[in-house]
């Protein structure tokens, strides 16, 4: 009998500390609180999304990067169609830090979108504690196993 390998996924957030939440579980779903992650899925409010993601406050979309070499302004495009406007765009570069693409910042930047580049798991639970505070903020997260 072989050892079954158990998934692993990363609880973000204690629901009862986000005040919002206490006081009406419905923001779950509202606020597209990032859940959890992992085995290439997110779990975001009330969905399961396989693959990469950019979450907004009030929806989340599929997002076509698996790799950072992927990541371009094209397939950010959503991300400056947004009402309010995106202040800081959160990227989930995967499971470890590495540098982003050239020239990406400063074509954020001309945009007038901050730049927050970290590994998926901090960028995830950074989006979560800036929506909690009600800023106007994306994350666009690559999947991670």
Known sequence: MGVQKKKRFWLLINLNRVPSVR????NIIE???I?????GKFYIASEIYVGSVIV???HTNEWPVSE???????NLASVFSQNPSVEILLIGCGKSFSSPPRGLRKSLSDRSVALE???TGAASRTYNVLIAEGRHCAAALIAVD
């Open 23 to 26: 006081n009406n579980p419905n």
């Open 31 to 33: 606020n597209q609180i």
């Open 35 to 39: 859940l959890k992650y992992g085995d």
């Open 56 to 58: 907004f406050p009030t």
């Open 68 to 74: 950072i070499k992927d990541i371009s302004m094209d």
């Open 117 to 119: 580049w970290m590994d």
